[in-house]
């Protein structure tokens, strides 16, 4: 009987270490997914959990860590090869453009403030050459950076065709330049759009109105060499087929499906009906 008060305070005080963990998951995952981050509503922020859980992701802390773990688990394969044998490729289906006021046009121009507070212009990358042009959400989650450490890595692909990168979140300077000294920055131009007012123009945003909340995509706009939106896409998952946006630049069309359509919320093409 002696042992039984002892066998009893082992279990109790078990159960309030397994309660403590679990607290810990929550308080963690809250804290690297911050439902009030700065231009972050519930309804895209709640996408983006629901994202991660569904691949079996609990975020860390280390977004960087986290956004590499996304790409591990979503990216639809490790581009190594050299970029004329990715190209020669016919069996590759290429991600369709889904549709937008802006294809077969030269885009808005814009002008920008990058994480030092230089000003950046779209007008002066297009001058140069092609550009992958990309909203993303910002440091404010796992997944939202991912796109850019994705790009970075094959970023010497796009350069041997003359392709640039730039990416806009509503993210501060001073923010995007803390968020580089913590976890690392990437070499192309990350911009600062005050209030998504330039991912507004492009259709990514949509501001509050009525009883209908604000709402946020990822965006990706391929530019070509003419200064043309050849391809455009958009959805709550960001868009991480490198080998695609390789296609588009080349102006190699892959083989796509002749009865493929995109479904740009999950951005991916899918049969019509």
């Keep these: 009987h002696s042992n039984s008060p002892r066998w009893g305070r082992r279990l109790f005080l078990g159960f309030l270490g397994s309660v403590a963990c679990l607290y810990g998951v929550i308080v963690t995952y809250h804290l690297s997914v911050p439902r009030n981050a700065a231009g972050a509503t ?50 590759f289906v290429r991600a369709e453009t889904e549709a937008h006021p802006f294809i077969g046009k030269v885009p808005p121009d814009f002008t920008l403030p990058n994480s030092k507070g230089e000003m950046v212009s779209l007008h002066d990358l297009t001058a140069q050459g092609p550009v992958v042009l990309v909203f993303y959400y910002g440091y404010n989650c796992s997944h939202c950076v991912a796109q850019l450490f994705g790009l970075q890595k094959d970023l010497h692909y796009l350069s041997e065709l003359g392709a640039q ?28 759009d ?31 060499k003419s200064g043309k939106v050849v391809f455009v896409n958009r959805g709550y998952q960001p868009f991480i087929d490198n080998k695609s ?16 359509v995109v479904d740009s919320t999950e951005n991916k093409p899918v049969a019509a009906k």
């Excluded at 922020?45 to 280390?62: A, D, F, H, Q, V």
């Excluded at 979140?169 to 131009?189: L, M």
Aim: with cysteine; net charge negative; aromatic share 10%.
């Design 245 to 260: 946006i390789l296609f588009w630049l080349s102006g190699q069309p892959g083989w796509t499906r002749p009865d493929a």
């Design 42 to 91: 519930p309804g895209w922020m709640e996408k983006c959990r629901e994202l991660c859980l569904s691949y079996g992701l609990i975020p860390t802390g280390n977004i960087a860590m986290d956004a590499k773990a996304y790409l591990a688990v979503a990216k639809p394969q490790d581009l190594t090869s050299p970029l004329a044998e990715i190209l020669a490729d016919g069996e």
């Design 194 to 224: 005050a209030d998504n007012k330039t991912a507004q123009i492009y259709e990514v945003f949509t501001p509050a109105h009525g009883d209908e909340e604000e709402d946020l995509k990822h965006g990706t706009f391929i530019i070509d």
């Design 165 to 192: 990168v730039v990416a806009l979140s509503a993210d501060t300077p001073e923010k995007t330049a803390e968020s580089f000294d913590r976890y690392g920055g990437f070499d192309f131009p990350v911009l600062s």
